[in-house]
């Protein structure tokens, strides 16, 4: 993915959270008062079927900016933006990340292949955890996962991963896969480091419990 489609991509996300869903959010959090007040009429019924069909809206505006391009990963940065992947994953994940900033295309590039690989040990490795590891070693950046299941996987069997591949062929990188049978899977991405930002012109990061605080509120419903 070059930089440029990075950028577009950026913008659009951006656009969705900070326009879209931020309206969307506040007419839910007026329906919840809404539904407190008909509480006990003929409308408490609709109220309350309006906030579900809301809520279920802005759940799926969110996973649509998420494929987009993670707001996390716009605002904040490659680090916090994989705590969110974490949360997520269908395993416990221990994180092992660098908090440089990185190239856009390369922060990109690197979120999605942890997407993809933890994506793969969820539906495929019958993993009890995972491992993710982003650092740099002299002028290389990788970026690696490691899961406790089954073993066996083969790039060539996904699609996910040949993408992966040729995504990192495009950033001059490489996709290593050692997956012995029995013995679990370690995806590992290697990239050149090219620009790397100083951490002192990041945006400070919030806690990943707080970063979409009100979004959440509104999805865990009416009380």
């Not at 900016?65 to 904040?76: D, E, K, N, Q, V």
């Not at 806690?207 to 959440?216: G, I, K, N």
Request: proline share 4%; net charge neutral.
């Amino acid at each position: 993915m070059h930089t440029a489609e990075i950028e577009a991509r950026q913008r659009l996300e951006l656009d969705l959270h900070d326009g879209a869903q931020e309206r969307l959010v506040l007419a839910a959090l007026t329906l919840r008062r809404a539904a407190g007040h008909a509480s006990g009429t003929a409308a408490e019924r609709l109220v309350a079927e309006a906030l579900e069909q809301l809520q279920d809206g802005l759940a799926a505006l969110r996973d649509l900016g998420r494929r987009i391009h993670p707001y996390a990963l716009s605002r904040y940065g490659l680090a916090t933006a994989l705590e969110g992947l974490a949360v997520r994953a269908g395993v416990p994940v221990e994180l092992r990340v660098t908090r440089e900033r990185l190239q856009p295309a390369l922060e990109a590039a690197i979120y999605s292949t942890v997407a993809e690989a933890l994506a793969n040990v969820a539906q495929h490795a019958q993993a009890t955890r995972a491992t993710v590891a982003v650092w740099r070693a002299g002028d290389a950046v990788l970026a690696e996962v490691v899961d406790d299941g089954l073993g066996g996987a083969v790039a060539a069997d996904r699609s996910g991963l040949r993408r992966l591949a040729d995504a990192a062929e495009t950033l001059s990188g490489r996709l290593e896969l050692n997956s012995p049978p029995g013995a679990g899977t370690r995806l590992r991405a290697v990239f050149p480091a090219k620009v790397v930002e100083s951490p002192e012109r990041s945006r400070p990061a919030p806690s990943t419990h707080c970063l979409h605080a009100a979004v959440d509120l509104v999805a865990r419903g009416s009380s």
